[in-house]
């Protein structure tokens, strides 16, 4: 079956509105991150700014695919761009003459706004894809890599972004810059989205977000423990581990710490998401059937586990910030972020695989509240177990998640196996 021309297009446009949404993302988590922590904020401080960002991300997607299925995927876009804005020019109002205890409620006010901005974006993008793909020779897995992986590539280009700009321009010029980017570009979406994207229906109900699939279920079960191994150490333990080896503590040596940082976060996720973007080559989907990559999402899984296992041992062994230690953990975790990021690929497309077209933005939406739930403990986790235990706890801790949902994995079962049984 051929692609539709006016198909082709809303996917085009969908995954440069993406982009542009993930680009802004990455730049503003590593301004709050790197800003705040310069003003003194604790390892807990600095994970209850992203707190609510979480929060409101679950909450959002288990709203957001109703009112996608109810108003149009365009609609839930064109809004989650608009909130971007929104939250980027709030945060430029941020007064350093606050007291520590306001500056964090209203930074994770503001980041709650975001959360929500972000997740209304990514529930639409990916479930236009279900939509728009052509529907033989993996031309699913193949389009749902490209956007996925394209945007945590963008996202991981973002990072350094955030950093520079912090060191360039300072928190309030960085973050004005990007809101009146990213709305010249919402104009821009709003002007030229083709056709293709369904409009909606008014009949939706709420009660369909909650899927009886016992697939979807599992799926969103092991998403929750997959990015909440990756958040642990991801939000806040490595860039302070990271920071407290690089910087000297004078103003030049932040700035380079800012940008070394930086570009490590940048460096993980554009890896992330050249591998995500790959990953139907590396499995060679196009000629396996749909029970043989599930059970490679088992699989993977479980090689994943490996990695952070080591990792535990190595800063077991230094707990201390060393030279040595810290080459181990670069080299650790960009093996450690080509294998999650095999991981990931095989969800996002197992999800669209399990979910009917009629009920996509519903099964989307409540399989990444579970994402986003796996986001805030992993974020709770990152600042709570490194001020505990420093990072051997925070690594051992990503081990027993990974290990979780490796084990939740192996519960997925083959729908054409089931039916013929």
Not at 300 to 322: N, R
Request: charged fraction near 10%; glycine fraction near 10%; charge should be positive.
């Amino acid at each position: 079956m051929s692609q539709r021309p006016e198909g082709l297009s809303a996917y085009i446009a969908v995954t440069a509105a993406y982009w542009a949404f993930m680009l802004t993302d990455g730049a503003l988590r590593m301004l709050v991150l790197l800003h705040f922590h310069t003003l003194g904020f604790s390892a807990v401080q600095l994970a209850y700014l992203f707190i609510l960002y979480e929060v409101a991300g679950m909450v959002t997607n288990l709203g957001a695919g109703w009112i996608a299925a109810r108003f149009g995927l365009t609609s839930t876009l064109y809004a989650g761009l608009g909130l971007q804005v929104v939250a980027l020019l709030a945060l430029s109002q941020l007064n350093p003459a606050w007291g520590i205890g306001l500056s964090v409620a209203y930074v994770m006010g503001v980041q709650g706004l975001s959360g929500v901005a972000k997740d209304l974006a990514k529930m639409s993008s990916k479930s236009a894809v279900k939509l728009l793909a052509p529907t033989t020779g993996g031309g699913l897995f193949r389009w749902v890599a490209v956007l996925t992986g394209s945007k945590n590539a963008v996202k991981g280009v973002g990072f350094l972004l955030g950093a520079a700009l912090l060191a360039v321009f300072g928190f309030v010029g960085a973050v004005l810059g990007m809101a009146i980017v990213l709305a010249v570009i919402l104009c821009a979406v709003v002007l030229f989205m083709p056709s293709g994207l369904p409009k909606g229906r008014k009949g939706a109900k709420f009660s369909e977000v909650f899927s009886k699939s016992a697939n979807v279920n599992w799926l969103s079960a092991a998403r929750v423990f997959l990015f909440g191994a990756r958040d642990v150490w991801f939000v806040v333990g490595i860039p302070i581990y990271f920071y407290a080896v690089l910087s000297d503590g004078s103003e030049a040596g932040n700035r380079a710490a800012f940008f070394m940082i930086g570009t490590f976060m940048a460096l993980w996720i554009i890896l992330y998401g050249v591998v995500q973007a790959n990953a139907p080559k590396i499995l060679r989907a196009n000629a396996r059937p749909e029970g043989e990559l599930i059970r490679a999402a088992r699989t993977w899984a479980g090689l994943l586990f490996v990695v952070p296992a080591a990792l535990t041992l190595a800063v077991a062994m230094s707990p201390a910030p060393e030279m040595w230690l810290t080459v181990t953990l670069v080299i650790g975790l960009l093996v450690f972020g080509g294998i999650f990021a095999v991981n990931s690929s095989l969800h996002s497309y197992l999800i669209l695989a399990f979910t009917k077209s009629e009920r996509v933005t519903m099964d989307v939406g409540f399989y990444y509240m579970a994402n986003a739930a796996g986001r805030l403990i992993g974020t709770l986790l990152s600042g709570l177990t490194y001020q505990i235990g420093g990072l051997p706890m925070v690594m051992g801790t990503a081990t027993v998640m990974v290990a979780l949902s490796a084990l939740i994995a192996g519960r997925l079962t083959d729908p054409a196996t089931a039916q013929t049984a």
